[in-house]
């Protein structure tokens, strides 16, 4: 016969019997135990001076009664023990080879007739040692609603992609809550910044929230120095933190455990969800696993909590996320660049300008740039903000060309008539007549040059020059230089013109007398007299 222990409360109740007058072929009946196991017990009370009718027994005296039992055979081996030996070898591969989870197992032996518990396929797979051997750990602490939720990557499969007709690998970016353990799944094709982003912000817009710490995978994108210690992110996964408003918390390298709650969610999305599939392309993919993870996923009863994690979300978590503003995040495009000759940087096949005055040319800047602004940064120093423009474009401040340039880069006529008013009246006047007249922005290299004599010569000795250049109706800036080159605007002005016409001359004759018909009666009478003279 094969030995059973016997259970302390089983051991309580015998001596609870006893002590109230039972005799031992009464405890035998009433208790299912032998006479001989009633009679050890009996006999061990009394050794330890329990009696009759006496007080019932302290811990110390049932903890001694326990210590009476001997090891000895098991009772006969479970039915499902040899329901499973015939599948050890096909368990295996597929725990070890295809890697699949234990509920899978069950339900592929289930449809080849072999019908076990899971609790039996889970000790039959310990007692052989088929699966991997746990190692003992420790129960983290639980986390406050809305306080965690863990993020981790893992792969699918291959799936095709409509846009170029070839089958590619397919990744999911698993975002789980630690509190509800509601579940969010974003396929994607490639593990970018900008890519992560989109799928973050997807997982807030479907949890209706944030929450105030993310613990995340070591990826390239978001953690710059995987460090156990302190880890650094980038960047760009920095600001998008910190627009959103929680912590980032990368898991130190090979340590599954440090995200307990989403390690097991890619096993568990890729057999429950991808395997088996029909996806037409990634957005119908991600449109599958938005409604998996709330029919499926949320629905189920989770194996720790024994609970809905929709229900639970709904109910206790979703209050008490950070509130989500609804404006999808723009990833910014950082870039170093430099001033170029023309006072303008390129990006993305555009121009935009810098202020000549705090960056001139061959400056280097930082550039961060949006779907809406471009802004550019010297030092850590703001110094431009310029719209977006599309390829081909430029976008150009006339405040920031220097300002003896900026009247020629913009062709303003007006601008130059200013600048020249502002050295002299003369010179105000002589550039007013050197531009007059239609097309008077293609005469802008003159009155640039016009200006750059000013500069070069000062003001005063330019409104002298132009003073005596308009004194003799002088338009030419050439000349005018060569004025300035001599010296010649100090000498004395030229005479006034005459404002009288002149007294007749003796021998003036009329306008009439050219006309043709006097030339020709003139020649007549020029040809009698000579024939007279004959």
């Known amino acids: 016969m094969a030995y059973r222990e016997v259970a302390r409360v089983e051991i309580k109740e015998v001596l609870r019997r006893w002590q109230g007058g039972a005799g031992q072929r009464a405890l035998a009946r009433q208790t299912g135990l032998s006479r001989v196991t009633v009679r050890k017990y ?21 903890v001694a009664l326990l210590a009476l039992q001997r090891p000895g055979p098991r009772e006969a ?67 406050e609603p809305g306080a965690v939720a863990e993020a981790d990557f893992g792969r699918l499969g291959r799936a095709l992609d409509p846009e170029t007709g070839r089958e590619r690998v397919v990744w999911a970016l698993v975002i789980v809550l630690a509190y509800s353990r509601h579940t969010f799944v974003w396929p994607l094709f490639r593990q970018t910044l900008e890519e992560v982003v989109a799928g973050l912000e997807a997982a807030w817009a ?33 600001e998008y933190s910190q627009h959103r408003g929680f912590l980032a918390d990368p898991a130190r390298p ?3 455990k440090d995200k307990p709650h989403v390690e097991r969610g890619i096993p568990y999305v890729r057999e429950r969800f991808f395997k088996g599939g ?28 024994r609970r809905l994690p929709l229900v639970v979300f709904r109910e206790e978590e979703q209050a008490r996320l950070l509130p989500w503003d609804g404006e999808i995040y723009a990833v910014p495009v950082l870039r170093a660049v430099k001033v170029h000759p023309d006072h303008h940087v390129a990006f993305d096949h555009a121009l935009y300008s810098a202020p000549a005055a705090s960056c001139p040319p061959g400056a280097e800047l930082e550039l961060r740039a949006d779907p809406k602004l471009v802004r550019l940064y010297r030092r850590g120093q703001l110094v431009k ?56 922005w293609a005469k802008l290299r003159r009155a640039a040059k016009l200006l750059r004599l000013g500069e070069r010569y000062t003001a005063a000795r330019l409104e002298a020059a132009c003073a005596r250049a308009l004194a003799v109706d002088l338009l030419d800036v050439r000349r005018l230089e060569h004025i300035l080159a001599e010296a010649l605007e100090a ?44």
């Open 42 to 62: 009996v006999a061990a009370a009394e050794g330890l001076g329990l009696r009759r009718g006496g007080p019932p027994p302290t811990e110390a005296e049932l």
């Open 385 to 440: 903000v310029h719209p977006r423009v599309p390829r081909g474009g430029r976008s150009t401040d006339p405040a920031d060309y220097p300002p003896e340039r900026a009247t020629y880069a913009l062709r303003d006529p007006g601008r130059a008539l200013a600048d020249a008013a502002a050295l002299g009246p003369a010179v105000g006047e002589f550039a007013g007549r050197l531009l007059a007249g239609p097309g008077g």
């Open 278 to 305: 029909t996806f037409h392309g990634l957005t119908d993919l991600r449109q599958q696993a938005r409604a998996w993870c709330l029919e499926v996923a949320g629905r189920r009863v989770h194996g720790t909590t």
């Open 491 to 534: 000498e004395a002005a030229p005479p006034e013109p005459l404002t009288e016409a002149p007294p007749p001359g003796r021998f003036a004759r009329p306008g009439s007398a050219f006309a043709p018909a006097a030339v020709a009666a003139a020649g007549e009478a020029g040809a009698e007299s000579a024939g007279a003279s004959a």
């Open 77 to 143: 081996e479970a039915p499902s023990e040899a329901a499973l030996a015939r599948w050890s070898g096909q368990i295996e591969r597929w725990l070890v080879g295809e890697r699949l989870q234990l509920t899978r197992v069950l339900e592929l032996l289930e449809g080849r007739g072999c019908a076990v518990s899971y609790s039996s396929l889970r000790r039959f797979v310990a007692r052989h040692g088929l699966g991997k051997t746990a190692a003992t750990t420790v129960r983290m602490a639980g986390a």
């Open 206 to 238: 479907f949890f209706g929230g944030v929450p105030r710490s993310l613990v995340l995978d070591n990826f390239p994108a978001a953690v710059a120095g995987p460090d156990p210690l302190a880890p650094r992110l980038t960047r760009g996964f920095l």
């Open 254 to 256: 090979a340590h599954p």
